[in-house]
């Protein structure tokens, strides 16, 4: 598995092909992150890359954070993440290494990781797509309904206990998301920007982490 980068999402917009084809991207600033940490089998079990990013106050960071990314010999970082690699890919690595959007140089697609916006308390139809109930004459009003709820009994098969699972109201969003498989458009080394096409999970100014593509779907990998 290839190491990715941290990145804010500053928005979407919209880029013409040479055929005048309109594309929607994403626009994502990549910041320039560092190694500060590297992993062996030997000591740790496995092989990883840390890489942190986006510096902050020290008076804002943990003691503990502070001597760990001193380390590194980077000032305190609030962004850390692993990527497990082989033990070979380690060698291409020091501690304190700084990485660019440039290492996307070359890679086609890749998955980005967010967490979806928050959309607080939401009903069965706006949560899980439910239809509801039918909005004909006479009805009563209860057109946004779940319906029954108790069809299906306990796990075990019987009892006044809900399924475990059971599609009911609840908290939407909030929750991580990866998008898969999203073409690159564009790269600006010199402003550090990377164009994604489609959305990306997230609200503008949120940081996510992008990561050359684990899995392609089918259609792009026999491209």
Do not use: W
């Not at 979407?12 to 991207?25: A, H, I, K, L, N």
């Not at 082989?86 to 290492?103: A, C, N, P, R």
């Not at 006479?138 to 796990?155: D, L």
């Not at 402003?191 to 949120?206: A, F, M, Q, T, Y």
């Amino acid at each position: 598995m290839s190491i990715g980068l941290f990145a804010t999402k500053l928005g979407m917009t919209r880029v013409f092909r040479e055929d005048g084809v309109s594309v929607p991207v994403t626009v994502l600033h990549v910041a320039p992150s560092f190694v500060t940490q590297l992993r062996t089998a030997e000591k740790d079990g496995y092989a990883a890359v840390q890489v942190g990013s986006g510096e902050m106050k020290a008076r804002n960071a943990t003691m503990a954070m502070i001597g760990h990314d001193h380390k590194a010999g980077c000032n305190p970082l609030r962004h850390h993440c692993e990527f497990r690699v082989t033990d070979k890919d380690l060698d291409g690595y020091t501690l304190g290494q700084e990485l660019t959007v440039g290492l996307f140089e070359g890679t086609k697609y890749v998955d980005v990781v967010g967490v979806s916006k928050g959309k607080g308390f939401a009903g069965t139809m706006k949560r899980h797509n439910f239809k509801g109930m039918p909005a004909s004459r006479g009805v009563e009003r209860k057109h946004r309904s779940p319906g029954s709820i108790g069809s299906h009994g306990s796990n075990r098969g019987f009892g006044g206990g809900l399924k475990k699972g059971k599609k009911m109201s609840g908290h939407l969003g909030a929750e991580r998301v990866t998008v898969r498989s999203l073409d690159i458009v564009r790269i600006d080394p010199e402003k550090g920007l990377l164009l994604v096409k489609g959305p990306v999970p997230g609200h503008n100014k949120s940081t996510v982490v992008v990561r050359p593509a684990v899995r392609l779907y089918r259609s792009k990998a026999k491209a």
